[in-house]
T-cell receptor, first 116, second 112 residues
């Protein structure tokens, strides 16, 4: 299996521009999570989906952030307009519910976003 | 609310010596606890988990963790550290709905 695939790996953009991050979860997994990692705030859960339905988006910082999962094999995280404080590494992770789980999360390699 | 704390930002160990990375938790109900490792410029990788049963949990790469209910701790251990173990280690607890809540991370540095 190819694992969780994220694109782009690196994105540099200017303040005010729209940013779209993409994620392809592991085939068959039914949970998908978006995390953000910064030095100051550590790992923050932004939003997660179960069977393509958003379950908890309480971690989304503000209305500039939105996430979609149109099907089981694709999710996007969009920031519009972007701001310098959005600079971070964004991780997508997927998991499969087994015996009361989900338990183990499989992370992608991350998308490093720099907003100038 | 579920939470974990990692009291040490950094742990330094000599190669061949035992290592311990500390984690304490705060949960209501039964704790489901995890350790993940992150190598530079990579995503997190699962090491081990505690759900129920034996207090000593064995995981990947020779790591193990000891669950201690009375001390509300879940410390990560390895009998003999390798230079290649140098990485960022995260403790996590399962929250409501299955989401994982991570600690701030501990940077482990193993010197030759």
């Amino acid at each position: 299996d190819a694992g969780v695939i994220q694109s782009p790996r690196h994105e540099v953009t200017e303040m005010g521009q729209e940013v779209t991050l993409r994620c392809k979860p592991i085939s068959g997994h039914d949970y998908l999570f978006w995390y953000r990692q910064t030095m100051m705030r550590g790992l923050e859960l932004l939003i997660y989906f179960n069977n393509n339905v958003p379950i908890d988006d309480s971690g989304m910082p503000e209305d500039r952030f939105s996430a979609k999962m149109p099907n089981a094999s694709f999710s996007t995280l969009k920031i519009q307009p972007s701001e310098p404080r959005d600079s971070a590494v964004y991780f997508c992770a997927s998991s499969l519910v087994v015996s009361g789980g989900p338990w183990e999360l499989f992370f992608g390699e991350g998308s490093r976003l720099t907003v100038l | 609310a579920q939470s974990v704390a990692q009291p040490e930002d950094q742990v330094n160990v000599a190669e061949g010596n035992p290592l311990t990375v500390k984690c304490t938790y705060s949960v209501s109900g039964n704790p489901y606890l995890f350790w993940y490792v992150q190598y530079p410029n990579r995503g997190l990788q699962f090491l081990l988990k505690y759900i129920t049963g034996d207090n000593l949990v064995k995981g990947s790469y020779g790591f193990e963790a000891e669950f201690n209910k009375s001390q509300t701790s879940f410390h990560l251990k390895k009998p003999s550290a390798l230079v290649s173990d140098s990485a960022l280690y995260f403790c996590a607890v399962r929250g409501q709905g299955g989401k994982l809540i991570f600690g701030q991370g501990t940077e482990l540095s193993v010197k030759p």
